[in-house]
């Protein structure tokens, strides 16, 4: 990479496997069942049976997406008696949210 005044400058990236996980975390983002759940989960903490309700799909599904957005730290849960609630992991999740909606309605 060349500086305005023509110096070269060290290109810095991050490494091999750093590089490897961060695409990984962005592929979960690219389903819209999962979108759509994050997107429930922003408003506040649901329960497998609410979320399959308003989106109109199966509990099973709603558990097998549920299950990756956990593994990919994306959602924590807690149990409340025999119920399992749902609510997204960190801030970090409502800011990518965020800006996906932003960057989305600057294309329009």
Known sequence: MRSPDNRSEEIVLPLEEEIVDIADFFKVFGDPTRLKILFLLEQGERGVNAISEELGMQQS???????????????????????????????????????????YQELQ
């Open 61 to 103: 599904t709603i558990s097998q997406q549920l299950k990756l957005l956990r593994a990919s730290r994306l959602v924590r849960f807690r149990k409340d008696g025999r119920n399992v609630l749902y609510r997204l992991n960190d801030e970090h999740i409502h800011d990518i949210l965020a800006l996906g909606i932003e960057h």
